[in-house]
């Protein structure tokens, strides 16, 4: 493998911003903003929409996310002439 062409692989949180879940894995993601976990360290923090605990398919209830206006924006772009 070539040296110095892969992004560094190292621990990250990541948040659900609708159910305050959150969950410290390793990614190659990168972000300004940080959170301190539970066992002292500070660590990049990732901001979710949508995850395990919010998904209507894993939590049994019914959600409604908003898609900021997607179908529209769809329906506006590929809008028969």
Known sequence: M??????EYRPVVFQDTSSEFAFLTKSTMTSEDTIKWEDGNEYPLIKLEVSSASHP???????????AGRVEKFNKKYKKK
């Open 2 to 7: 070539k040296k110095e062409i892969h992004p």
């Open 57 to 67: 398919f894993f939590t049994g209830k019914k959600l409604f996310v908003d898609t």
